[in-house]
């Protein structure tokens, strides 16, 4: 995701520099080549030699030092940089930022730089509540500077509150964000994930073996693109995207309703749950006891959720799924004619690597214009990629023949 990517990662003194350590190893395993800028306060905590090895490049902390390099010159770190993460940023840091001060190494080289400043608070609570921090934080935005809200949690001051700093996964995730290109920007996608839950008791339930991985992967793809991204999922294991809008569901019912109240104003859906077909058409309030005699569910059937979309869709861009076992393109392609989609992602289930619970996935892919692309075996991540850079190209075809599913009413 990073190949190629020059980061530098500024830490500042917190309790939390230990942290940077973490997201280091993220970076570089995600393939960036990182040069670590430490502050004074910061080798308080965490020793320069534990990010000197993990990064296998020399930790600057010196300005003075940095200057008298003649390879790398005083604002060559600011230079090669694609982006800047700051991980903890301190009040101090920041307060010195928003004054336009430079006074070390990591301020000098934020000073200097081009590329985008990524910052991650962590902080006493008190502090971060501050209005003079509010006032800083707000300048800095105002100024392009991208921030990782700190989450609520035990504080190491003791304290209790907002000012702990943002798991390392996460600000990974938002360096990703930040570097990626932003070819959604202005849309609104909504998509739906996991399996649903049809109770039969309090006890048990019909369901299926869908994990969510795929609709989760195309949330957060969509939401690194620019999108503003709205998950309605069923019931998962998984956590809920950063900066993309979850909502819970657990029958067809239930998303069927969450799904409608979401989609006059999307203007891109794609839905990827794997919806119960049928639910009992009684749903006992007492655990069902068993006993001699054969059982027989009587099964109503539940709406067809992605149909419906199809007959309101108008010129919003609508892609569906196929799950199969058999006669992969002829029954995906009479799904995408049937309910009225743009695209349809097929896939074989009973295809090693493929469909529900694994982290790879192999999909063929139809299009209403005739075509058929036949993808490779991929991890679920990077198909999420190529089923966006689709559906940009069908966005664009759209806005070529006048139809914006940017201003659908
Ligand atoms: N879908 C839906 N509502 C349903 C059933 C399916 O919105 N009640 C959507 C799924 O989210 C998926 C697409 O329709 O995008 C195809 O689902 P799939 O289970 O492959 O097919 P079905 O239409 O249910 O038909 P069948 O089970 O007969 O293959």
Redesign the pocket.
Known sequence: MLKGKEIVLGVTGGIAAYKAVELLRLLTRGGANVHVVMTRAAMEFVAPLTFQTLSMNQVHTDLFKLISEREIGHIALADRADLLVIAPATANCIGKLASGIADDLLTTTVMATKAPVLIAPAMNVNMYENALFGENVGKLRQHGFIFVEPVKGMLACGWEGEGKLQEPQIIFEEVVAALAVKDLAGEKVLI?AGPTREELDPVRYLSNHSSGKMGYAIARAAYRRGAKVTLVTGPTSLKEPYGVETIKAVS?AEM?EKVLSCFTESSVII???????YRPRLRADKKIKKSDKTVTLDLLK??????E?GRRKEARLLV?????TGDLEK?AGK?LVE?NLDMVVANDICQAGAGFNVDTNCVTLLFRDGRVENLPLMQKDALADVILDRVVALLRGKAGQGLLPGTVT
């Open positions: 739906t067809a069927h839905k990827a749950a794997a919806v119960a077909d539940n709406p067809d959720i992605l149909a979309l569906g799924f196929a799950a199969e029954n799904k309910k």
